[in-house]
């Protein structure tokens, strides 16, 4: 009861399952809720970049200006080609669905088994992130990095329990501030750099020569710049989510969130630029501009504050698509049902509840320090990228509709960015990108392995099959007694009164005496019912029992007669009181429901006090 | 399969309850085991007393001779009525008996209760002290703290569920080595002051006026001297572990015992004194005086290590002791029953297996600081010796039994001496004291409502009571079905052949195509079975199906039917598949059980493969 009402307080009351309409977003909530990830990268996606470039010189950082512009290349190659999947794919499912649709099943299982282990890297780096933040600015907090991540974990979990739209609702706020600040950071460093106040001596000019610059190093750059797309993706996921016409809201939204993308990126790339600003450990590329813009007032602490807050709300992307892909994937065998199931408040409390789990375990294996599984998290959203981008490609060429060669060439180059965005990943970053070879193969062998058990049961349970029921001669009914007591009075009663063909009593003893004693009182109590006594020399119940029970059934088989165990269980008024007990019936109920081919039934006898 | 094969390699095979008198020790093995605790106090016992009279001046440390001395008689006094209360009460349980039976149920349940908490405790913080005294020597385990106590713990655990004599045969050694250790640190100490290697200006005469000293001192320097007697009790616990005749092996034990510890503990006080060593923070008593008899050599080292080792093993005695005072309790019904059963190897494990658990919880509370714990076990174990003596005074001077002045002056003094020292604890160490005023009260508390349930339990079951058991007129049976299966099938045969007064089947659909698509299918296939549909806003299947159960109950009590649940199950063949199913059935069975008055039949299906 207590439990229940605490539910309730945190999550609402049920809706009725007619309420789902009233549940979905419209194009201001969903793309906050929906591009919180992306957005979210702006952060430090051109720190990245950076980073790469200040290891020759710091001359070299006029790079990230062309490095800069292949990233928005990418990004609008990436936007115009997944909102062909949104009209092309209008029930969501993304990368998974496009690729197995198109390139086969396993393409899609990895694609989707990429998806779904990123989603739960998303939550794990965000939340991290974020907690990094605030425990920057508040030091005697750092200490509890790994209970503030985990508590921001479960608050976020609580939220998408109450239902996607209840939490956009709070969502909202944040992401469209941070935007906010954004815009007005940009706008005041531009305005800067217009009246003068940036001299040009503050940064190399572009086209500057650089000793030592190579191919390599530019394109590891480009790399890193690329992580700052992640998050792109999930909007194609999450159509089923959106107001209906879904894919117009949808295609609409993912078109605002690649302007927004587009403008906030660049704005910081090139003030990074203008000030001839330095990445440094201490301080992030963001905060050096903010205060070189503002100095350290209000707008910059507004700055800090709301980017920490969209650090912790890029996991909420991962709340939103994680748990349809899940269903996707749910609905065509591959993980376990329950992911198809909606909860109290309509959303797909499994997949949540999952992965908050998942993400959970991260943090606090790798102590709340997931810095370096940024890689792998960037290279398990480009598989998906190439994979979708490629099965777009195979599907124009296959279907050749109206227009489809310019369809054609957009997709092209999204894949081919793609790929060799996931090359370079492969190639400069192996050494934290290796696990993914071991863990994708491994998750598309138990997507196959699963998607074969359901298979294989649901063969064994249709009716059709012509294998017909054995049927029924007869009925032995087997009662374990403990005592002469009501308890099993009442269950001998119960056996009676359906009057099967033969009730047999058993009374495990330890020692000779009690046996003995034992069968005098059963004779004067029920001198009806067969009584057989079993010696335990080694003080266990359920071993005796269940080799005679194994002799009855042999005996019953050959006559096709059923064997059922009739289990006598006292059940007490309070819950605290079941420790007071033994637990044997529980523990025979189990062990001869799973082993043994028997009916196992229970007659209560409720305490009154 | 796994598990059980894990389990015999640790515990070995299971013993024949026939075999338990094998079981049983020998005197040599008895002293080992049960008097480390004892024994392992004298490591601490004497640095304790020349830390509360260092506080004064060094000067005042003489005083330890004579608090010794007074240490000492108590000690012959505990022994002495310690032997009287073993062949008084030769099934053993020490305190706690004789406190009942003499003084009333609750001051033997308080006597109980502080001795179960106690053996908890001896548990906690003799490991953690050997703990520490190995990471004093190994200063890099250090940070590993918490994590070797508790493999200690575990260790011993396994040791102890193996059985007692086996547990014994291997910890014999480590206590004998100690006490060996011990003997040639004295007998050296001793020959070094005889030939005047010792000068008498090392020590402060004794009788030399010491300004400043108080009785309160004095009487605190006792108290924690005293503190090296708790274990005393352990052996009257502990009677029926004995071979044999179990009193006289018993008697002889404690006697062996009480020299042993008088020994030991004289000898070290003496040199402690005569080498005028002051308590150090970073050195301990023994530590100094062996380091001055020996030097750094291999002796020193000896003795070290066999003092670390015996500190480990001091909660060998909680591991001998508590699971027979849970008996005792258990056999009372104060406690729960699950205590009186023996286990594999005839140990009582279920006692073993607590008195781990909660060691280990105290240990990972305290992060392995359990220093500040040994003032409430000090008090917790004067607590019964107080109510023990005082139970063995009223025997005397009830029964007169012949030399009964004699015995009654024996516990007179040790009453007093107890009282004197509980006295003391409370009153110069109330701070760290008071949670026994807490605990001790809410423990004979929870004693006294397990005893009521229990006793309302076999008042309830006992067949003489005169309700007659309700005649069961007929039987309705509800079968819950998921859908067209030969799960379903199996199930529906068989409570066909039971022939029951009603078979219902129970569909709850969640929406209206799929409850019409459902009741045409039904009427195809078994007709002559009535089928209930239930709509479900919620998505709960729970909630429609117990709200029907309850209506169909409702009728059936009205004229004796007994209403069966049927759920059908299929069972899938590898346990990692139960994963992929919704386990509906068993939270239904799992409801219906506990709420309900209502019998509940599981009717599985195995799959193939």
Same mark, same amino acid.
């Given at each position: 009861?207590?439990?229940?009402?605490?539910?309730?307080?945190?999550?609402?009351?049920?809706?009725?399952?007619?309420?789902?309409?009233?549940?979905?977003?419209?194009?201001?909530?969903?793309?906050?809720?929906?591009?919180?990830?992306?957005?979210?990268?702006?952060?430090?996606?051109?720190?990245?970049?950076?980073?790469?470039?200040?290891?020759?010189?710091?001359?070299?950082?006029?790079?990230?200006?062309?490095?800069?512009?292949?990233?928005?290349?990418?990004?609008?190659?990436?936007?115009?080609?997944?909102?062909?999947?949104? %009209?092309?794919?209008?029930?969501?499912?993304?990368?998974?669905?496009?690729?197995?649709?198109?390139?086969?099943?396993?393409?899609?299982?990895?694609?989707?088994?990429?998806?779904?282990?990123?989603?739960?890297?998303?939550?794990?780096?965000?939340?991290?992130?974020?907690?990094?933040?605030?425990?920057?600015?508040?030091?005697?907090? /750092?200490?509890?990095?790994?209970?503030?991540?985990?508590?921001?974990?479960?608050? !976020?979990?609580?939220?998408?329990?109450?239902?996607?739209?209840?939490?956009?609702?709070?969502?909202?706020?944040?992401?469209?501030?941070?935007?906010?600040?954004?815009?007005?950071?940009?706008?005041?460093?531009?305005?800067?750099?217009?009246?003068?106040?940036?001299?040009?001596? +503050?940064?190399?000019?572009?086209?500057?020569?650089?000793?030592?610059?190579?191919?390599?190093?530019?394109?590891?750059?480009?790399?890193?710049?690329?992580?700052?797309?992640?998050?792109?993706?999930?909007?194609?996921?999450?159509?089923?989510?959106?107001?209906?016409?879904?894919?117009?809201?949808?295609?609409?939204?993912?078109?605002?969130?690649?302007?927004?993308?587009?403008?906030?990126? @660049?704005?910081?790339?090139?003030?990074?630029?203008?000030?001839?600003?330095?990445?440094?450990?201490?301080?992030?590329?963001?905060?050096?501009?903010?205060?070189? &813009?503002?100095?350290?007032?209000?707008?910059?602490? #507004?700055?800090?504050?709301?980017?920490?807050?969209?650090?912790?709300?890029?996991?909420?992307?991962?709340?939103?698509? #994680?748990?349809?892909?899940?269903?996707?994937?749910?609905?065509?065998?591959?993980?376990?049902?329950?992911?198809?199931?909606?909860?109290?408040?309509?959303?797909?409390?499994?997949?949540?509840?999952?992965?908050?789990?998942?993400?959970?375990?991260?943090?606090?294996?790798?102590?709340?320090?997931?810095?370096?599984?940024?890689?792998?998290?960037?290279?398990?959203?480009?598989?998906?990228?190439?994979?979708?981008?490629?099965? +777009?490609?195979?599907?124009?060429?296959?279907?050749?509709?109206?227009?489809?060669?310019?369809?054609?060439?957009?997709?092209?180059?999204?894949?081919?960015?793609?790929?060799?965005? +996931?090359?370079? =990943? #492969?190639?400069?970053?192996?050494?934290?990108?290796?696990?993914? =070879?071991?863990?994708?193969?491994? !998750?598309?062998?138990?997507? /196959?392995?699963?998607?074969?058990?359901?298979?294989?049961?649901?063969?064994?349970?249709?009716?059709? &099959?012509?294998?017909?029921?054995?049927?029924?001669?007869?009925?032995? +009914?087997?009662?374990?007694?403990?005592?002469?007591? *009501?308890?099993?009075?009442?269950?001998?009663?119960?056996?009676?009164?359906? @009057?099967?063909?033969? !009730?047999?009593? $058993?009374?495990?003893?330890?020692?000779?005496?009690?046996?003995?004693?034992?069968?005098?009182?059963?004779?004067?109590?029920?001198?009806?019912?067969?009584?057989?006594?079993?010696?335990?020399?080694?003080? @266990?119940?359920?071993?005796?029992?269940?080799? %005679?029970?194994?002799?009855?059934? *042999?005996?019953?088989?050959? @006559?096709? #007669?059923?064997?059922?165990?009739?289990?006598?269980? %006292?059940?007490?008024?309070?819950?605290?009181?079941?420790?007071?007990?033994?637990?044997?019936?529980?523990?025979?109920?189990?062990?001869?429901?799973?082993?043994?081919?028997?009916?196992?039934?229970? $007659?209560?006898?409720?305490?009154?006090?």
């Amino acid at each position: 009861m207590l439990l229940s009402a605490l539910k309730r307080f945190l999550i609402g009351q049920p809706l009725k399952s007619a309420e789902l309409g009233e549940q979905k977003l419209n194009k201001t909530k969903a793309l906050a809720i929906l591009s919180s990830d992306a957005l979210s990268s702006v952060a430090y996606g051109p720190e990245q970049i950076l980073i790469v470039l200040v290891t020759i010189s710091t001359v070299a950082l006029w790079y990230s200006i062309p490095i800069g512009v292949g990233v928005l290349v990418l990004l609008l190659a990436l936007i115009l080609s997944y909102r062909q999947i949104i %009209f092309a794919y209008p029930h969501g499912g993304g990368a998974y669905v496009v690729s197995k649709e198109n390139l086969g099943v396993n393409a899609g299982l990895l694609a989707g088994g990429s998806l779904l282990v990123d989603y739960i890297l998303t939550v794990a780096v965000s939340i991290s992130a974020g907690t990094d933040a605030i425990t920057s600015a508040f030091p005697q907090l /750092h200490p509890y990095n790994v209970d503030i991540a985990t508590l921001l974990v479960v608050a !976020i979990t609580i939220l998408n329990l109450r239902g996607i739209t209840e939490s956009a609702s709070i969502l909202a706020y944040p992401v469209y501030l941070f935007i906010l600040a954004l815009f007005i950071l940009i706008g005041a460093g531009l305005y800067k750099g217009m009246t003068g106040a940036v001299s040009p001596d +503050m940064h190399p000019s572009l086209g500057t020569p650089v000793a030592g610059i190579t191919l390599f190093l530019l394109l590891k750059a480009f790399a890193s710049g690329s992580s700052a797309l992640t998050g792109v993706e999930a909007i194609s996921n999450a159509i089923p989510n959106f107001k209906d016409p879904g894919p117009n809201n949808a295609s609409k939204t993912l078109a605002a969130m690649g302007l927004l993308l587009a403008i906030l990126f @660049s704005g910081i790339v090139y003030l990074a630029y203008a000030y001839g600003i330095a990445p440094k450990a201490q301080e992030t590329v963001v905060s050096q501009i903010a205060s070189q &813009t503002f100095g350290r007032n209000y707008m910059y602490y #507004f700055i800090q504050g709301t980017t920490a807050m969209i650090l912790v709300l890029a996991a909420n992307t991962g709340y939103s698509a #994680f748990p349809l892909l899940a269903v996707n994937l749910a609905r065509d065998k591959y993980i376990a049902r329950m992911f198809t199931i909606r909860g109290d408040r309509l959303g797909y409390s499994n997949g949540i509840i999952f992965l908050s789990i998942m993400s959970i375990i991260l943090i606090i294996a790798f102590k709340g320090r997931t810095e370096h599984l940024i890689p792998l998290y960037a290279v398990g959203v480009f598989i998906p990228f190439t994979l979708a981008q490629t099965g +777009m490609l195979v599907k124009w060429v296959r279907e050749k509709p109206k227009g489809w060669l310019v369809k054609l060439t957009i997709n092209l180059i999204g894949a081919l960015i793609s790929f060799t965005v +996931m090359l370079i =990943f #492969f190639i400069t970053k192996l050494g934290q990108v290796w696990p993914v =070879f071991i863990f994708l193969p491994l !998750i598309v062998y138990t997507f /196959h392995r699963i998607k074969r058990h359901y298979e294989a049961v649901g063969e064994q349970l249709r009716i059709t &099959t012509c294998e017909p029921a054995v049927p029924i001669e007869g009925n032995v +009914m087997i009662v374990p007694v403990a005592g002469i007591t *009501h308890v099993v009075e009442n269950s001998l009663n119960y056996a009676k009164s359906l @009057s099967p063909d033969q !009730i047999i009593a $058993v009374y495990v003893a330890f020692d000779r005496d009690t046996e003995k004693q034992f069968q005098e009182k059963w004779a004067d109590w029920q001198p009806d019912v067969r009584l057989v006594t079993l010696h335990s020399h080694y003080r @266990s119940i359920i071993q005796p029992l269940t080799k %005679f029970i194994d002799t009855v059934e *042999h005996k019953a088989k050959e @006559s096709n #007669f059923r064997v059922t165990v009739v289990i006598p269980q %006292f059940i007490p008024k309070k819950s605290w009181q079941h420790a007071l007990h033994n637990q044997s019936s529980l523990l025979i109920r189990a062990f001869l429901l799973y082993r043994k081919d028997l009916i196992v039934t229970t $007659v209560p006898y409720h305490l009154k006090k």
